[in-house]
């Protein structure tokens, strides 16, 4: 009987995945087709998906950058807009904007004999503007989770982690589950 569960559990293991992923990308893809009333499925999402990228063509455009820079402006200036559109554009150029925020991977001593640590990402060198002058700040993301903390600490706390910043995210939102790919030496 114990044989049959564990034949039970691996399948779970390797089904539950796909079927979880499937799911996900086909209610993305229903949900955007039924708010543009396309018959088609995915056929809204690969329309979204190129009008993205054309905005995003026609944002790096010379001619376009003062309009961009203009609404900017305005979307800056309500109040309860503000919060919400200048978060959602921080947050998002952290990851996959040109001032990338999550690419530095360190390890924080967060006891004074360095004997318990957190892996996270540097997102400020320096906090001098806070009369922080030997302080880093550090987001340490939350594993299984789309939140975290961020701490402040000295900077002689923290650790360089000679990782790509993908794999150290991987490794933590997994709770550590996600095994890290053996160092080659000399190579990264």
């Not at 910043?165 to 996600?178: N, Q």
């Amino acid at each position: 009987m114990s044989r049959l569960a564990g034949y039970f559990f691996r399948g779970l293991v390797l089904a539950a995945p796909v079927a979880i992923t499937l799911y996900v990308c086909w209610l993305i893809f229903s949900t955007v087709d039924r708010w543009l009333g396309l018959p088609i499925p995915g056929v809204g999402f690969l329309i979204t998906i190129a009008l993205v990228t054309l905005l995003g063509f026609f944002a790096s455009n010379l001619l376009t950058r003062g309009a961009v820079s203009l609404l900017d402006q305005v979307l800056n200036r309500l109040p309860f807009v503000r919060l919400l559109y200048s978060s959602t554009k921080d947050l998002l150029n952290a990851f996959v904007g040109e001032q990338r925020r999550f690419d530095k991977p360190v390890l924080v001593a967060l006891s004074p004999d360095g004997g318990v640590r957190a892996l996270g990402f540097i997102t400020r060198g320096s906090l001098e503007a806070l009369g922080l002058h030997d302080d880093v700040a550090v987001y340490v993301p939350q594993s299984y989770n789309f939140a975290g903390n961020l701490i402040v600490v000295p900077a002689a706390r923290v650790t360089p982690v000679d990782r790509e910043s993908s794999e150290v995210l991987t490794f933590i939102v997994s709770g550590g589950v996600t095994g890290l790919s053996p160092r080659i030496p000399g190579g990264r």
